[in-house]
């Protein structure tokens, strides 16, 4: 079985509360040995660290979302930093921050986005950015504030844009998207960038793929993108699959070694 990490995962929302045990079994049954959870908003992240606690397969991250600006202020930079500051072993990250031009208080957005990425380069963490119809304003944020590694999450450009984010060191998250044929753009580019830059992700429980819109999206269904992923490659799943793991390791300064530790901790 190809031993997967799903680089990007909400699994912390309330949409797995009442079975969300069940869903990470299916999870490691599909093959999927670890999970990054991205921080949302300041009051979210006490929650997700008290589940990060009892899952030993949980990777998180800690940002201030876009989609949630009605939520964030200012004084949320320090807590954010606070946070930072006290060691855990699997604080991994800094996101998922960005900008989307679908949300409003675009100004307050890029403040949040330049003072996140600053605190990602400062404690030496990658980060984890979302975008919106704003690939081409994040691009020169990165490459002035940003820290050495990142992931551009659910990329969904053309090949060139993809290659100005590798070409800084950062990683594409692959998702549901290109199990979608209409995709062509997306498609075309990851089948051609360098495979060290890529890693799979699901962005559950949002990103249904092809067969299962209007569903919510699980991490069990990362193996039928890693599938999708093969065939646009015209590689094997077995070594795609391990250089996958190998880069979503690398993403996040982790020991490679499967943990087979997705039971409760």
Not at 172 to 188: C, D, E, F, N, P
């Amino acid at each position: 079985m190809n031993t997967l990490y799903d680089t990007h995962c909400h699994i912390d929302f309330q949409a797995f509360d009442e079975d969300r045990e069940q869903v990470l079994e299916a999870a490691a049954e599909a093959g999927v040995e670890r999970f990054m959870v991205p921080g949302v908003s300041a009051e979210q992240w006490p929650r997700l660290q008290q589940l990060v606690n009892q899952f030993a397969s949980w990777r998180f991250a800690l940002g201030l979302h876009p989609w949630f600006i009605q939520q964030h202020n200012l004084n949320h930079l320090q807590e954010l930093e606070q946070a930072l500051d006290t060691p855990h072993e699997r604080l991994r990250a800094v996101g998922e921050v960005g900008l989307d031009a679908t949300c409003d208080n675009s100004e307050l957005q890029r403040e949040l986005f330049i003072e996140q990425l600053k605190l990602a380069k400062n404690y030496r963490l990658p980060v984890i950015i979302h975008h919106r119809k704003t690939l081409e304003t994040t691009h020169p944020l990165v490459k002035q504030y940003g820290p050495e590694q990142g992931v551009i999450h659910a990329f969904s450009g053309s090949y060139e844009q993809a290659m100005k984010f590798v070409d800084c060191g950062y990683k594409l998250g692959v998702g549901g998207v290109i199990t979608y044929t209409r995709a062509q753009k997306t498609r075309q580019a990851i089948a051609k960038v360098p495979l060290s830059a890529l890693v799979l992700e699901t962005d559950s429980p949002d990103m249904p793929i092809c067969g299962h819109q209007g569903e919510r999206n699980e991490p069990a269904r990362i193996a039928k993108v890693l599938s999708v992923l093969a065939e646009l490659r015209k590689v094997d799943k077995d070594s795609l699959s391990e250089a996958l793991w190998k880069n979503s390791c690398e993403l996040f300064n982790e020991a490679q070694p499967a943990s087979n530790d997705h039971v409760s901790g």
